[in-house]
T-cell receptor, first 114, second 112 residues
């Protein structure tokens, strides 16, 4: 199974804490995306990486959110000073080249901020 | 911002019937569209895609129709099965951007 994997599957944290969410894309996929999905809604774009660089981070809601992909493969989404409104499922997707190629999604990390 | 919406939030069909799920989009510059299926607790799963230079594309039991004139996309599922029960999302990306915009989703329930 060479799909997109995400860890942890569930994360419960307290308001104000720092969290890191990890994404392992499909091997060979240069494009990686992070989305946030609230209950009953479609995924909402956060950030897009092409290789190691963030090609588009316009979806990040504020400066508490940050993502890295230092070696062009695994990516980490970092959220500082978490708030209850950050509670959602965070989805990662990867595609072979870019936005006009099929994105394959991981199972998501369910983040709950108490 | 972008607007990708669905006409019906829920749809119930009898097993064996055909299903049609509709989606409207607002950006006339959108040139790549995808339908995803999402089961509870899982990430979206690719079903079928279509580019703006086409108006129809067929897969196994699924057909996507694109009407650029009215900015409308539909997903047709033939001989719907219980395993088709899920939430279906359309997503689109403009040729000038990097983002995929998802609609709210349609929940399909197949009645055995």
């Amino acid at each position: 199974g060479a799909g997109v994997s995400q860890t942890p599957s569930n994360k419960v944290t307290e308001k104000g804490k720092y969290v890191e969410l990890r994404c392992d894309p499909i091997s060979g996929h240069t494009a990686l995306y992070w989305y946030r999905q609230s209950l009953g809604q479609g995924p909402e774009f956060l950030i897009y990486f092409q290789g190691t660089g963030a090609a588009d981070d316009s979806g990040l809601p504020n400066d508490r959110f940050f993502a890295v992909r230092p070696e062009g493969s695994v990516s980490t989404l970092k959220i500082q000073r978490t708030e209850r409104g950050d509670s959602a499922v965070y989805l990662c997707a990867s595609s072979l080249l870019g936005p006009d190629h099929t994105q394959y999604f991981g199972p998501g990390t369910r983040l709950t901020v108490l | 911002g972008e607007s990708v919406g669905l006409h019906l939030p829920t749809l119930s069909v009898q097993e064996g019937d055909n299903s049609i799920i509709n989606c409207a989009y607002s950006n006339s510059a959108s040139d790549y569209f995808i339908w995803y299926k999402q089961e509870s607790g899982k990430g979206p799963q690719f079903i079928i895609d279509i580019r703006s230079n086409m108006d129809k594309r067929q897969g196994q039991r699924v057909t996507v129709l694109l009407n650029k004139t009215v900015k409308h996309l539909s997903l047709q599922i033939a001989a719907t099965q219980p395993g088709d029960s899920a939430v279906y999302f359309c997503a689109e990306t403009p040729n000038t951007g990097n983002q995929f915009y998802f609609g709210t989703g349609t929940s399909l329930t197949v009645i055995p």
